[in-house]
């Protein structure tokens, strides 16, 4: 495996599957946990020291409200962590972005938006592509589509807006 995902309830896999999606799509190994930092510690501790060694290279944590998950998992190894903020709450994921950002000195932990979930898949992505040429040949067509759809749809409305006239 070379991501490790773990989700801190089975409730933020339906925000975490186009990550798993994406990450599958690039030929990329993953594996995806439902575990907790305050309901399954020393599960969690267990699986990411597991993950580590049976060769997982960058790992998300996706956790809504207190958000510690992600922290929890930076504690345990030297690997990348992603964090990935999830829409829940009344604060509906600002508490949990403001948690993961906020990590202390020494433990960080790379963060993207709020259920930004493909993000951290691209960001493992990019990670990973630093020492593997076919995963930077997939990104790089990854890009070239976004380029061509954008350009695509800058016709389109070119011209509707052209029949206007």
Known sequence: ??????????????????????????????????????????????????????????????????????????????????????????????DALYSIVQMPPGVPVATVGIDNARNAALLAAEILALSDPDIDAALVQYRRRQTENVLMKDRQLQGRLEGDK
């Open 1 to 94: 495996m070379e991501v490790a995902i773990i989700i801190g309830s089975d409730s933020d896999w339906p925000l975490v599957a186009p990550a798993w999606e994406l990450l599958k799509d690039f030929g990329i190994e993953t594996e995806v946990r439902v575990l907790s930092a305050h309901r399954t510690p020393a599960a969690c501790v267990e699986f990411v020291q597991e993950a580590e060694a049976a060769g997982a290279k960058v790992f998300i944590a996706a956790a809504g409200l207190a958000a510690h998950l992600p922290g929890a998992v930076a504690a345990q190894t030297r690997r990348p962590v992603i964090g990935l903020p999830v829409a829940a709450g009344p604060l509906q994921g600002q």
